[in-house]
């Protein structure tokens, strides 16, 4: 058996999780399908987007893989991940072949199972991130996070290499057995990872070529038209990560890295000097004031987080109105991205761009990789430079988390007034920014300001809003579409007036969740800076000689 270097054996790990995520966000080439799912089924589109609905209530399920998770190895859950795939995007290829009959109950279960696998993988991730890199998770998880964004190009890209267009049903085959496939390339790592107790200095340079890395293969992906592209190339791209711990080191062994003047920070330095600083900073921060006896100003001090990291129950937590309004930016923010994505197959179709709708898929998923990769950078660039500079110019995660949600009604006001072909992909290429920094951010916002040890319980309580969300929104959608569908006995609708008063429902609600989230960045602001305080107080304690 091959013995992997206990050196690498956390970065094997982290590569395998790279590749696990790359390949299963299946849910999001839905719509490469959906309109022969539909034809098959002969179904209407409030029907069709009840299984779409039913991918998202798979994560209702996300809590079974934490549990098996404590008693089982972690490979054997990641293979029953892989099997749920399997059998539930199986079946559904070999029913669009009409190689077999299934009812529609039948195929909303299918639809569950394929759901239930997606979970389970991120799931896993996350733990595998936790687990191997105690200090430097964050960045860890948004890293893996991001390359789920690019399953929906990679399949295209795939696909349009190796098949004709003039069948989309590939992409079933694909979802059921890449993951297995991915899987079985990921044991070797898995079974051999051992759990390390301390990040090395030197981390922050790989993260950041690894970080370089999934930058280039997201413009790669999403600047040159799927012909220009090359298998070969992305192949390339997702194997070179396995040497860059090896890269990295020789980089700091003959200085190349040091010439450029950057070093990683393992926190702000002080010393006597400073301490006017701290005195400053702490004067400024007692000033202060309450927000005043207004309903506003009750409304932003009542039963406000004050320390960041408290642990809470899940009793606790259901009874903050922080996680209210962090629930509703959610729901009005991630939530409807994703609903948009699994309806873009029928979004243009009737628009009249039914050809483009790989594009447009691919371009909602390129746009996702980013918007999950900018979630990074605050954690990134904290590494590399002292804290008191850059928290200085920096807001909170919840202030990053209310300016991801400020493309989002902006898109969809370009959907209602701008019809044409590059109106569509500009503002799915907004909703897919904004929707993929959300499902990055979450984790780490969830962990901040309700605790890190309740954080697997935390966040699926958080992501409950996504199957509420995907049948509020999706049935609103599917009601609209069928009752502008002409009267010619089609199922079909065409012209913008299908979608038109569903963007105007969706939008408004976007503008629920931005205030939302800017209601949140308000009450938490205070939090945020304690904490900056407090760890200044820390380090300058243990600075000072003794």
Known sequence: ???????????????????????????????????????????????????????????????????????????????????????????????????ISLPYLTVFGLCLSAGCSITWFNTISFVLCIKNFPNNWPLAVSLTVSFNGLTASLYNLIVTKTTSHNTNSPYLILNAFLPFVTSILALLPLIQQKELKIDEKNDMYTFTFLYTIAALMGLYLFVLDTPSQNIFVVAILLLLPLVSPKMMQLAVRYHIIGAFGVYPSEGPSYNLVEIN?????????????????????????????????????????????????YYVAYFCGG??????????????????????????????????????????????????????????????????????????????????????????????????????????????????????????????????????????????????????IESSGSNICMGQKCYNETFIWWGCFCVLGLASSFLLFLRTKLAYREETVSRRKQILLNDIPT
């Open 335 to 484: 939530t409807i991205g994703l609903v948009y994505s699994n309806n873009l197959g029928q979004i243009a179709q009737s628009f009249g761009y039914v050809y483009e709708t790989e594009a447009l898929v691919r371009i909602y998923s390129t746009c996702s990789f980013f918007g999950r990769l900018v979630s990074a950078v605050p954690d990134l660039v904290c590494c590399f430079y002292p804290s008191e500079t850059y928290t200085k110019s920096s807001t909170t995660r919840t202030g990053w988390l209310t300016l991801s949600l400020v493309p989002m009604p902006i898109a969809f006001l370009v959907l209602i007034f701008i019809g044409t072909e590059s109106g569509l992909s500009v503002a799915t290429g907004l909703i897919g920014v904004s929707s993929g920094f959300i499902f990055s951010a979450a984790v780490s916002i969830t962990s901040e300001l309700f605790g890190s040890k309740s954080s697997g319980i935390n966040h699926n309580i958080l992501i409950t809003n996504i199957p509420l969300g995907s049948l509020l929104y999706g049935v609103l959608g599917g009601v609209v579409y069928d009752k502008n």
């Open 1 to 99: 058996m091959i013995t992997i270097p206990l050196q690498w054996r956390k970065w094997t790990v982290l590569v395998a999780t790279i590749w696990i995520m790359a390949f299963t966000g299946t849910n999001f080439d839905f719509p490469s399908y959906s309109t022969q799912l539909k034809s098959v089924l002969e179904i209407t589109q409030v029907e069709l987007n009840y299984l779409s609905m039913a991918s998202d209530f798979g994560k209702l399920f996300g809590w079974c893989s934490g549990v098996l998770l404590l008693y089982l190895p972690t490979w054997v859950v990641l293979f029953v991940a892989a099997f749920l795939g399997l059998f539930g995007y199986g079946l559904q290829w070999l029913l669009i072949q009409r190689l």
């Open 277 to 325: 600083n701290y005195e400053e900073l702490y004067e400024e921060n007692s000033e202060v004031k309450p927000c005043g006896d207004s309903v506003f100003g009750k409304m932003m001090e009542k039963d406000r987080i004050m320390v960041l990291g408290e642990e809470h129950s899940a009793k606790l937590l259901v009874a903050r109105f922080d996680f209210w309004l």
